[in-house]
């Protein structure tokens, strides 16, 4: 009985969760590409500041004479 009594209450996030997001097809797949490109454009961002702050002095940008000729005088 206290299972049952349980199930009608209204459940927990896990079952709010569901019928939110996994209850119908087009919601679900919507959700997990959304989430996908959430995540590889977070992935992307803590790599290139990971990169930056690794490679601080040896980088193209961090060199100021390049491209520049000598001057002659």
């Not at 569901?18 to 989430?35: D, H, K, L, N």
């Not at 990169?51 to 005088?73: A, C, M, T």
Request: aromatic share 10%; net charge positive.
């Amino acid at each position: 009985m206290e299972s049952a009594a349980r199930r009608s209450s209204g459940g927990g996030i896990l079952e709010g969760f569901y019928r939110v997001v996994m209850r119908r097809t087009p919601v679900y797949v919507t959700f997990v590409i959304a989430g996908a490109l959430l995540a590889e454009r977070a992935v992307d961002y803590g790599v290139h500041k990971l990169w930056e702050k690794n490679n601080v002095g040896k980088r193209y940008e961090d060199i100021s004479v390049l491209g520049q000729r000598p001057v002659d005088e």
